[in-house]
């Protein structure tokens, strides 16, 4: 299966899921492109934006194996180091954002609210700041909080398709 096919497979996968209560997994994917591509990331970040949630994917959920480990481990060997490890690192940028900035958890849903807790709650963990890539993480944290709304836009699956077969042809995955 090529790289497209797989792209649109794994986001095809997330209609229907829900972790949150105003959107599905699909169009929250859809709508953190769209932030993604509207504030200029480039292939990668966008790419990332896009997948960072898989693991809810039935394709993929690992049962104890947390969400972002599970799409982290799915997008590196497909797309390269960087689009697997932000996707992977975005839990750790709401940690981080809601340890260092007060006012950033009173914008989080409810249901992120909640995952935050179970996730550890608010704290830096210097492994990740020590990262080169830490500050896209948290723009693509951002990208993920505004993606709650039933009524936002969000880019098209071809699009995104279209962005993994150039980071993947950019030689950071297989073809």
């Given at each position: ?102 006012a950033y958890a009173r914008t989080l849903s409810d249901v992120s609210v909640a995952s935050l807790h179970a996730q550890g709650g608010a704290a830096v963990d210097p492994a990740f700041v020590a990262h080169p890539w830490w ?41």
């Amino acid at each position: 299966m090529s790289i497209r096919e797989q792209t649109i497979t794994m986001l095809e996968s997330l209609r229907g899921v829900w972790d949150e209560l105003a959107v599905d997994e699909l169009d929250h994917a859809l709508q953190s492109a769209a932030r993604a591509l509207d504030d200029g990331a480039d292939d990668e970040l966008v790419l990332a934006s896009a997948l960072h949630d898989i693991g809810h994917s039935s394709l993929l959920a690992c049962g104890s194996v947390p969400h972002d480990r599970v799409a982290r481990d799915w997008l590196t060997p497909r797309f390269g180091a960087r689009v697997g490890w932000l996707a992977g690192a975005h839990v750790a940028a709401k940690r981080y954002l809601a340890a260092t900035e007060p006012a950033y958890a009173r914008t989080l849903s409810d249901v992120s609210v909640a995952s935050l807790h179970a996730q550890g709650g608010a704290a830096v963990d210097p492994a990740f700041v020590a990262h080169p890539w830490w500050p896209d993480a948290l723009r693509l944290r951002r990208f993920d909080d505004a993606a709650k709304n039933p009524t936002a836009r969000g880019t098209d699956i071809d699009t995104v398709a279209g962005l993994a077969e150039r980071v993947a042809a950019a030689g950071a995955g297989p073809a």
